[in-house]
């Protein structure tokens, strides 16, 4: 059977999506229903905070980063339910910008992944500014593309009963054939925490469960779960015509980092190593463990090693075993925080200085951030560990360190979505390699 999905998405950021996908999601799964989610675009955060509410892994849609075998095989193997509930990222429609000229709709939007997969969006509204003109914004969107379907309204922090009164009025006259699911009122007691890449993460709560229920609860009194689960539609996505997704694994015995400094990996394409037969073991810096013995890979995803400099610096045991797999050439594969960690200093936002494993001629800083943010599309300049010289990747890069010295090869190119060039990319020292790029699939493999 094909599962029903739907998609969660607002006009802007700060809507509530978040807030309502988790109290939706938690109440649904408390009801007995089998019910699965997933993230549009890339993000580490919320699918964490998904994962929490419906205990089971919640993978990432990005219609510009992702082939479409690649999301065709997230739908078939990892999103098998009686519902899926689909979180957007910032407006409906704010994607990539694409090159002049190029009029795909493929632009990583959650409108995007509404066309692809026919599914029916319900549209947060922040009414707190608004009363009767919420429906000509909601008419707004829901005339903008034929081939995005807004089914479903949801009123967020909404005042009292007069309120509540207009805004229904609006929408009964102007938008009988999009049903309202409820009007949430404001507050301000259920909200999460927040730091400078996004929301604290799920690991760091530490109430989640709490918060989940009390979420949960909240919803039920404010919103037609019932009419919100009848919304959803089967995905039209075809089954994958082959069975690659993302990247081949780094290694055969892989050793990943994984722990509140080491958190940004994609629980997706690690289950795809896996299914390519590869040994994934864990280990965490913060606890000065060191990578499994016997790997031949070693995996530094990204996080906020920033936050922990200090802690990170003093563990001797793991630092050292970094500098020891790089003598004896075991692959170590860094993104980001990663990266930061494989150079020789980590400036913290105090400006104290933290030394790291030094395999890398890098110095990084956050005593005076800079927002480096985007889709990255870029080409493997010679033959890596694992990857061909002239593969080409996408992903993208959210960062706000600064770069005080970055000198040796660099592995890739890179430009950014709309095709603009910005330069090389990353470093290589031996069989180490890293950069501030996420990498998500291949979009063009040499074999």
């Known amino acids: 059977m094909i599962p029903k999905g739907l998609i969660v998405a607002a006009p802007s950021s700060n809507s509530g999506k ?75 429609f704010d994607g990539a910008t694409l090159p002049a000229g190029n009029h795909s709709t493929k632009d990583g939007s959650p409108a995007d992944i509404a066309r692809r997969t026919g599914w029916p969006v319900v549209l947060v509204i922040d009414a ?23 089914k479903g309204v949801i009123f967020n922090k909404v005042g009292g009963p007069g309120h509540i009164q207009l805004l229904k009025n609006a929408c009964d006259k102007y938008l009988p054939e999009i049903d309202i699911l409820g009007f949430i009122p404001r507050q301000t007691e259920l909200a999460l925490p927040e730091r400078h890449l996004g929301l604290v993460l799920a690991g760091e709560h530490p109430e989640l469960d709490k918060f989940l229920d009390q979420s949960a609860d909240f919803l039920e009194e404010h919103l037609d779960l019932n009419k919100l689960y009848q919304l959803g539609t089967p995905s039209r996505i075809s089954s994958p015509q082959n069975k690659s997704s993302f990247f081949n694994p780094i290694g055969q015995r892989i050793a990943i980092a994984k722990d509140i400094a080491f958190a940004f990996a994609y629980p997706a394409l690690l289950d795809h190593w896996h299914e390519c037969g590869a040994e994934l073991s864990f280990f965490s810096p913060l606890e000065d463990e060191t990578p499994d013995q016997l790997c031949d890979a070693i995996y530094l995803p990204g996080g906020y090693p920033e936050l922990h400099g200090a802690k990170l610096s003093a563990n001797r045991n793991f630092l050292g075993a970094l500098r020891a797999y790089h003598d004896i050439g075991t692959t170590i594969f860094g993104e980001c925080g990663g990266y930061m960690t494989l150079g020789r200093g980590l400036i913290d936002k105090d400006g104290t200085r933290h030394k790291m494993a030094g395999i890398l001629n890098l110095e990084t800083s956050f005593a005076k951030r800079k927002l480096h943010l985007g889709y990255r599309e870029i080409k493997v300049l010679q033959d890596l560990p694992f ?37 090389k990319m990353g470093l290589i020292n031996g069989n180490c390699v890293a950069s501030f790029f996420h990498m998500i699939d291949i979009h063009k493999n040499i074999n």
């Not at 549009?40 to 929490?52: E, L, M, N, S």
């Not at 500014?129 to 429906?135: F, K």
């Not at 909601?138 to 593309?145: L, M, R």
């Open 18 to 92: 978040t807030f309502v996908t988790l109290g939706c999601l938690h109440a649904l799964k408390r009801r007995g229903i089998d019910v699965a989610s997933a993230k549009v675009g890339p993000d580490y955060i919320d699918p964490a905070f998904h994962a929490a509410a419906t205990r089971r892994l919640c993978p990432n849609l990005d219609g510009w980063a992702m082939r479409d075998d690649t999301l065709s095989s997230i739908l078939e193997h990892h999103l098998r339910a009686d519902l899926i509930v689909c979180e957007g990222v910032m407006g409906l």
């Open 128 to 150: 707190s500014a608004q009363a009767a003109s919420a429906a000509a914004l909601i008419h707004g969107f829901a005339s903008f593309d034929p081939n995005v379907q807004i």
């Open 387 to 423: 990857l061909k010289k002239g593969t080409i990747l996408r992903g993208h890069e959210f960062h706000y360190a600064s770069i005080l010295q970055e000198h040796g090869t660099r592995p890739f190119s890179a430009q950014n979505a709309s095709g603009i060039p910005i330069g």
